[in-house]
């Protein structure tokens, strides 16, 4: 095995902080002390919860005329806008944010089409 390629996996292995700035680490904690990703992201609950809905069709896997029944591989894209975020992290130039400290929605993930 090549010893830089070690040196690469030792280093992934033993850092598990992640890399980036102090101020940044400061401030996405301060934006997200109050943040629950359990919690829909609406000031109030009877508040509809706007969600944007896209298919990305990627590969079309089998078509069976005699059912009509068409398997495809696809992405489901879900995006919301999380209204309890403080304005000023949606507001600054490229939060980085992953999807664990986010608000998943409880969505279907398996879909069926009929026509």
Not at 40 to 62: A, H, W, Y
Request: hydrophobic share 35%; net charge neutral; with cysteine.
């Amino acid at each position: 095995m090549d010893p830089s390629l070690l040196v690469v996996l030792i280093f992934l292995v033993i850092i598990k902080e992640s890399c980036q700035g102090p101020h940044e680490k400061r401030l996405l904690n301060h934006l997200l002390s109050t943040y629950n990703t359990l919690e829909r992201p609406v000031s109030n609950e009877s508040e509809p919860l706007e969600v944007k809905f896209g298919l990305t069709l990627q590969q079309i896997i089998d078509v069976d005329e005699k059912n009509q029944i068409l398997t495809t591989n696809a992405w489901l894209n879900l995006q919301c806008l999380a209204r309890r975020i403080p304005s000023s992290t949606r507001a600054a130039r490229n939060p980085t944010l992953t999807s664990h400290s986010r608000y998943k929605s409880d969505g279907v993930h398996y879909i069926i089409f009929s026509i």
